[in-house]
């Protein structure tokens, strides 16, 4: 997923069949479909030897040339190799929002405010805006469920809230322009509106 657009793009992989062998891998990629061997091939670097996960950061925005993944992965007894292929526009995935605070406003018994920001490993939110889905659910109260947004700004006043009643809320973060898929769920926070006199 290009989880920092558009600058990092964090691959991760699973083997099919686990062994108890010792197995390492390596990740390269290119950009563009040219012979094998043509040079144009780069290392998609890993965090740590073995891990299974490794990050892309140089990419060419808006390419319409796929970039290929691959992924070898070698024991003892041999090597098999994986490719993926992608567009980086279209594995946009912000990681979830973060710094949920959630506080009762003043004399409002049916409001909320919900403030965020957007994740850190989004390099450049004042250039490429993310926007925002509100997922909020009275405790307790089974199907309240209820989605709304998106919305482009990083606080919320909620309103129509139940009085004296807690709620847990959730956001979720997308790239603006609608490219990729929406960034999973954040933790989730709780507040209770305004309940003095
Ligand atoms: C990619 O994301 C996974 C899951 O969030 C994380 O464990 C891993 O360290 C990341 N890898 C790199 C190379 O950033
Ligand atoms: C609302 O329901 C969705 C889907 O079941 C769930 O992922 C989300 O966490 C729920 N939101 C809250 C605030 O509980
Ligand atoms: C939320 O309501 C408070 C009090 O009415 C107001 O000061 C604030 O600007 C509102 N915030 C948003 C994001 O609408």
Same mark, same amino acid.
């Given at each position: ?36 061997? %043509? ?5 998609? *670097? #890993? ?33 098999? %190799? ?7 526009? #279209? ?42 889905? *509100? ?17 482009? #700004? ?10 004296? %009643? *807690? ?24 507040? %209770?509106?305004?309940? #003095?006199?």
């Amino acid at each position: 997923w290009a989880i920092g657009y558009p600058q990092t793009i964090n691959c991760t992989w699973t083997v099919d069949a686990a062994t108890h062998l010792d197995t390492c891998f390596i990740a390269t990629y290119r950009h563009g479909v040219g012979a094998k061997g %043509t040079g144009g091939e780069r290392e998609c *670097i #890993q965090p740590a030897a073995r891990a299974r996960s490794c990050s892309i950061s140089d990419v060419q925005m808006f390419s319409i040339t796929p970039y290929v993944l691959s992924v070898t992965a070698a024991n003892p007894l041999g090597a098999a %190799t994986s490719y993926f292929h992608f567009i980086v526009e #279209q594995i946009i995935k912000p990681d979830p929002p973060e710094d949920l605070t959630v506080s009762p406003i003043p004399g409002e018994r049916k409001k909320l405010l919900l403030q965020w920001k957007p994740p850190a490993s989004w390099p450049f939110p004042e250039y490429f805006s993310l926007k925002y889905l *509100i997922s909020y659910a009275r405790d307790g109260g089974g199907s309240s469920n209820r989605t709304i947004g998106p919305y482009e #700004q990083t606080s919320f006043n909620l309103t129509g809230l139940r009085p004296g %009643t *807690i709620y847990h809320l959730q956001v979720a973060a997308k790239d603006f322009t609608d490219y990729g898929k929406y960034s999973s769920w954040s933790p989730s926070v709780s507040g %209770t509106p305004w309940t #003095q006199l």
